[in-house]
C-alpha cells in the first residue's frame, strides 16, 4: 500500500514496471478500483493539484519497481521544470477522465465486458498476457461479487479468449477480448495516447 484514502502524501511514484490500483473507498469498504498507473503515469497527482492528502487508496498490484520522489522536492520541480509540469497536468487530465469513465462503466456494461477491460487495461500495464489475480481481488477492482466474476471468467473461458486457473490469467486471444470488451477500453486507451 503506497497511501490509504485521506492520508498525508509523502512521496510520488512513477512506475517502470508493473501496476498501481487507485481505489475510492466509501466508510470501511474495501474500494472500488477508479484507476490503474503503470509506466503511462505516476502515483500522487493531487499533489500536483496543490492537496496534501491522497483520495484514494494506492495499492500496488504485482511486482514492480517505480522511481519514488519526495513530496517536497516533487513540489520544487513542478515549479522550475516546465516539460515536467506539462506531462505532470497530462496524467491528472489522464487519471480524472479514467476515473469518469469507470464510474459510467460500471453502470452502463455487463460484467463480462467490464471484465474485458479490466484484463487488457492490466496487461498494457504489465506488457504481458500472463499475471496472477485471484477473483477474489479482482471482484474487489470491478465492484461486484466473487461469483460474478467466476461467471464471466468462465464464459470468457469458454470462448477461448482466456485461460484461468488457481489465480493464474493468461490472455488467448486478445483481438477477440477486444471486441468482447465495452467501449471504455478503447476510451481511456485514446485520453492514454492523447
Known sequence: MLYRSGAQTRHVYFPTEGMVSLLAVADRGSG??????????????????????????ALVQGAGSAMRVSAARFSKELEQNRPLRREVDRCAYVAMATAMQVAVCNKEHLLEARLARWLLMTRDRVAADRFRFTQEFIAV???????GVNGAAAELQRRGMIRYSR????ILDRERLLA?????????????NA
Open 32 to 57: 472500488l478500483e477508479v484507476g490503474l498507473i503503470g509506466t503511462e503515469g505516476m502515483v500522487g497527482v493531487a499533489l500536483a493539484l496543490g492537496v496534501s492528502k491522497s483520495p484514494v487508496k
Open 141 to 147: 477492482m470491478l465492484g461486484v461479487r466473487r461469483a
Open 167 to 170: 489465480g493464474m490469467m493468461q
Open 180 to 192: 468482447r470488451s465495452c467501449s471504455c477500453y478503447q476510451v481511456i486507451r485514446k485520453l492514454e
